[in-house]
């Protein structure tokens, strides 16, 4: 199994970022697809879940309205478009599949004028 994150940079607060997440080595179709992120000396925290089914999707309250997952089976990949960027959004940002504890490398997001 394989997660690859990218798209992270920096920005500007109101500006926005699309993640990527490629897949590799499982059902990519067959499995709820996360975006975690974890900021300097804070918790690994949860921000987005799409299902594999019927692509339903959850956000923590403080990136609703302003996040959106989604994903590409055919591409095998997941996708966290971040808008309305804050700094305190600022963090690595890692995907991870609910096909067992398998973690990317994550993508640096810094978010600051």
């Known amino acids: 199994v394989q997660l690859v994150e990218s798209g992270g940079d920096w920005v500007q607060p109101g500006g926005s970022l699309r993640l990527s997440c490629a897949a590799s080595g499982f059902a990519f179709q067959n499995y709820d697809m996360k975006w975690y992120r974890q900021a300097p000396g804070k918790e690994r925290e949860l921000v987005a879940i799409i299902s594999s089914r019927f692509d339903s999707t959850s956000y923590v309250s403080s990136v609703k309205g302003r996040f959106t997952i989604s994903r590409d089976n055919a591409k095998n990949t997941a996708y966290l478009q971040m808008d309305n960027l804050k700094p305190e959004d600022t963090a690595v940002y890692y995907c991870?599949?609910?096909?067992?504890?398998?973690w990317g490398h994550g993508t640096q997001v810094t978010v600051s004028s």
């Open positions: 991870h599949t609910s096909a067992g504890d398998y």
